[in-house]
């Protein structure tokens, strides 16, 4: 039983220096531990805590010009988060197909939300800082995904199923969906090779 468990541990450290001179430095360490067998797959638990020193924020999640990045500095304190998540995979169908599951929580600090929208920009009286609200959050879900390896077609399907809430003290105790928020999402990516020099995809 023993030979089929692992463990294992570390951390790194991160520095950054904000455009005021302003210094930060973190660990982030992460413990994985994980019990695998050919017959009962692989189950894993995984823990870490990750620091982020450039924020990104917007009005959606669509990847629009309107999304921006922005440095930390003395006024926007580094995002940190303490990351939980617990994953099962296994080969299917004599290892033809890979199937996967994945439970995550995420307890977010100092997250910033921009409560403007794109036609602020165009404001002389625009003040960035002014339209941003800092505070904590967490992100909770599951992703499902079957993974086809081999054969001429290839590709995965995936579903996810997530919240991305956050708490502001500006709008009081209660909690608001992160603009990015994405509850549902399906994706199916397939690749058809014909021969070794052509092959078609599509998403």
């Known amino acids: 039983l023993l030979n089929n468990f692992s463990v294992e541990g ?16 973190s660990l982030n360490p992460a413990v994985t531990m994980s019990y695998e067998t050919p017959v009962f797959g692989c189950l894993s638990f995984m823990w870490d805590i990750r620091h982020q020193y450039v924020l990104q924020t917007g009005m959606s999640s669509m990847g629009l010009p309107i999304e921006f990045r922005i440095s930390s500095d003395k006024n926007l304190p580094p995002q940190y988060s303490q990351n939980y998540t617990l994953s099962y995979s296994k080969d299917i169908l004599g290892g033809d197909y890979i199937l996967s599951c994945e439970m995550y929580y995420k307890k977010l600090y100092n997250q910033i939300e921009d409560d403007g929208n794109v036609f602020d920009f165009y404001s002389n009286a625009f003040n960035l800082e002014n339209a941003l609200s800092i505070g904590d959050g967490e992100n909770y879900g599951v992703n499902i995904m079957l993974n086809k390896c081999s054969g001429n077609l290839t590709g995965w399907l995936s579903f996810a199923l997530g919240r ?13 969906p992160a603009n990015h928020e994405r509850l549902y999402e399906f994706n199916a990516v397939a690749t058809y090779k014909f021969n070794d020099k052509f092959d078609v995809g599509a998403t």
Do not use: I
């Open 10 to 25: 570390g951390t790194n450290a991160s520095f950054y220096v904000t455009p005021s001179s302003k210094f930060y430095a």
């Open 164 to 176: 991305a809430m956050r708490h502001s003290p500006m709008y009081g105790s209660g909690k608001f």
